[in-house]
T-cell receptor, first 114, second 111 residues
């Protein structure tokens, strides 16, 4: 395993549809993070897991968004009833279990809402 | 909220040094990071520095931190065309798990 893997790389969907993204972290990393990046901006934090526990959620994460990490390995991010404003790059990162360890990012899933 | 500021564009000639600057407001920042993003890709961790250090060197990269002025810089020596990308400065505060990013500096390298 050479890095964080995200699937799909691109997703195009119609407004109102549900979408689900998957993230596979680096195998020994037990911390997993989701960020959202819109055009011309830096990534913004969405949520964070330590093992299977979701420990922190940003106010950006509306009730249409849900993230899971059921077995403490891969994670999914679901967006229900997508809106135009959800168009963005969704980035996943992982790190070892220490405040001193840096976060390593995947290549992201680019979501386009028609 | 906490803020990270960067200039948006930098253009340099191939072989010259590039210096990308960043300022931040969080006085509790523990670690500061530089990430590189190429078109259509995710973020690649370049280097990071702990807040009690003032300099870190890693091959062509030199990071300088002025904690008093909350100013961070990234110097790339002998800049190559492959260095063309967007560079993000990010910080993480004490007890936090979330990175706060700047808007990124687009580096263009002229052959």
């Amino acid at each position: 395993d050479t890095g964080v893997s995200q699937d799909p790389r691109h997703k195009i969907t119609k407004r109102g549809q549900n979408v689900t993204f998957r993230c596979d972290p680096i195998s020994e990393h037990n911390r997993l993070y989701w960020y959202r990046q819109t055009l011309g901006q830096g990534p913004e934090f969405l949520t964070y897991f330590q093992n299977e526990a979701q420990l922190e959620k940003s106010r950006l994460l509306s009730d249409r968004f849900s993230a899971e990490r059921p077995k403490g390995s891969f994670s999914t991010l679901e967006i229900q009833r997508t809106e135009q404003g959800d168009s963005a790059m969704y980035l996943c990162a992982s790190s070892l279990d220490s405040p001193l360890q840096p976060q390593h990012f995947g290549d992201g899933t680019r979501l386009s809402i028609l | 909220g906490e803020d990270v500021e960067q200039s948006l564009f930098l253009s340099v000639r191939e072989g010259d040094s590039s210096v990308i600057n960043c300022t931040y407001t969080d006085s509790s920042s523990t670690y500061l990071y530089w990430y590189k993003q190429e078109p259509g890709a995710g973020l690649q961790l370049l280097t990071y520095i702990f807040s009690n250090m003032d300099m870190k060197q890693d091959q062509r990269l030199t990071v300088l931190l002025n904690k008093k002025d909350k100013h961070l810089s990234l110097r790339i020596a002998d800049t190559q065309t492959g260095d063309s990308a967007i560079y993000f400065c990010a910080e993480i505060g004490a007890g936090s798990y979330q990175l706060t990013f700047g808007k990124g500096t687009k580096l263009s390298v002229i052959p």
